[in-house]
């Protein structure tokens, strides 16, 4: 047995023994973890973090039993001018604002203005006929199966060059055919939460911009939060960065880090808008659990409920939050632009908001991590943060044999094939490790032979990594699982040419 073997299995054991303690006795809840307390081992865990994602700048807020327990900001809110980031500084939140909007939305079923059974054609008048009979929980949760208004939009900016106007879009997206029948599928998409703005808009009278002001930032007390693109000039914002590998059509040597533009019309803005703190982001989550922005604990366990697809399976995600089951340690998640994360554990009395001006650098990747400082159980609760730790220290081509360890010492060991798949792309795409995501997508194929979307995931990281004919075989399994994959036909007829 190799040293590098025996350290993994010590590391897996110390694994089990927490995830032993948790199941046996239960969780007991840790005291409050003072600034003090927390700011050594926290410090150290996210320099390393800073180090190796090369994040240029990050704040981070710490609730824990309602209180604000760590605040604390790092790096560069402006890398070329060498201003820091304080814990004052803006950052852009990006799709974290569906949170946000989901709130709003409830708000509106708590004074009965809003049925979230209802379809969305009993609010917005003069939508296409596949459009109508979508309900408003299937928009929060990404099943409508509506195309979305991405796809229109400016490649890159997201902006509206060469459209024209957002009616001009809106009225494009509507011509497009639906991806697939509402509530067979889950398919992230901002046309949900377009519709849900024009729904907010309507029965407030007023643009959701101000009812969110009104309604959310101003009862809470969040002086840093707003909502704003590249092209508006905010007071405090940060600089926002991404490290590229090619730029103007030629491939460069090293990775060069280069200023990060987006554009976000008002119209996409209850999708991915708004700008905030990591403080004003912990003080929202306090006021949300305390009952200050909903009037009952129902409202808040409605918000945090995972939908159903057509045939009850339940969701990944709940309304405007994504969902993660864990025994004893549930964790509700919202993140950003692969650079922002909200994460709240309601069991545990626990939320970690951080924020980063870094595209790519994906702070939702050790948030479980970083609540292990202040509840040591919460990392092992959770499978990906669990596979993750041994296979960054044995290499990723081991993923097989540390998938069967950990599934010796616990025989329930299974990540959710959506978490294993969010891991491998954000690996394929955002982090470009096409050698470590395709070990993610084997695995995926390997736990679920049955699903046509692991075989679909698979077939394009052996595209990226340059096995042409591999990828064909596994496109070709999964259309024969699932003749309506149109992405797999299309990438068939494209390499089949």
Not at 49 to 66: D, F, N
Not at 218 to 236: A, H, K, L, N
């Amino acid at each position: 047995m190799s040293v590098n073997r025996c350290r993994a299995l010590a590391a897996i054991a110390a694994y089990a023994v927490v995830l032993v303690y948790t199941h046996s006795f239960g969780q007991q809840p840790p005291a409050t973890v003072s600034m003090h307390q927390a700011t050594g081992p926290v410090d150290a865990f996210l320099q390393k973090q800073i180090s190796e994602r090369q994040i240029t700048g990050l704040q981070v807020a710490v609730v824990q039993h309602g209180k604000l327990v760590l605040s604390k900001s790092y790096g560069m809110a402006n890398v070329q001018d060498k201003v820091p980031v304080t814990n004052q500084s803006i950052f852009p939140i990006n799709s974290c604002t569906k949170a946000f909007t989901g709130v709003a939305i409830i708000q509106l079923v708590e004074e009965g203005k809003v049925d979230l059974s209802a379809p969305v054609s009993r609010y917005l008048d003069g939508l296409p006929p596949a459009w109508q009979p979508v309900m408003i929980r299937q928009l929060l949760t990404h099943v409508s199966g509506l195309p979305d208004i991405n796809r229109i939009l400016n490649p890159g900016t997201y902006g509206l060059e060469g459209i024209g106007s957002e009616e001009a879009a809106f009225a494009r997206i509507q011509t497009f055919p639906m991806d697939f029948p509402t509530g067979t599928q889950f398919s992230y998409n901002q046309t949900n939460y377009l519709l849900l703005g024009k729904i907010i808009d309507k029965f407030r009278a007023k643009p959701f911009a101000e009812v969110f002001k009104e309604r959310q930032f101003d009862v809470v007390g969040m002086p840093g939060t707003g909502f704003g693109d590249s092209r508006d000039v905010i007071p405090g914002m940060v600089q926002s960065y991404r490290y590229v590998t090619n730029l103007d059509g030629k491939v460069l040597s090293e990775q060069k880090l280069i200023v990060n533009y987006a554009e976000f019309p008002p119209m996409r803005r209850t999708a991915s808008g708004m700008n905030s703190t990591a403080e004003d982001m912990a003080r929202w989550i306090m006021a949300l659990q305390r009952g200050d922005l909903l009037k009952t604990k129902e409202a808040l366990k409605t918000l945090w409920t995972p939908g159903t697809y057509n045939n009850g399976s339940p969701t990944q995600w709940a309304l405007g939050w994504m969902v993660k089951p864990r025994p004893g340690h549930d964790a509700i998640v919202i993140t950003g632009g692969g650079r922002s994360a909200m994460f709240v554990y309601p069991t545990d009395d626990l939320a970690i908001v951080v924020l980063t001006n870094l595209a790519g650098s994906y702070p939702e990747e050790f948030v479980d991590e970083l609540a292990g400082y202040f509840n040591p159980v919460i990392p092992a609760s959770d499978p990906i943060t669990a596979l993750r730790m041994p296979l960054e220290k044995r290499g990723f081509d081991q993923a097989s044999a540390v998938f069967a360890d950990l599934k010796k010492i616990n025989p329930g060991f299974l990540p959710t094939e959506t978490d294993l798949n969010d891991w491998g792309y954000r690996l394929l795409n955002g982090q470009r490790k096409p050698k470590e995501a395709l070990e993610i997508f084997k695995l995926i194929v390997s736990q679920y032979p049955d699903s046509w979307n692991a075989y679909d995931s698979l077939g394009e990281a052996l595209l990226k990594n340059g096995l042409k004919a591999e990828a064909i075989r596994m496109y070709q399994k999964s259309v024969a699982l699932n003749p309506d994959n149109q992405n797999g036909k299309k990438m068939l007829e494209r390499m089949m040419k």
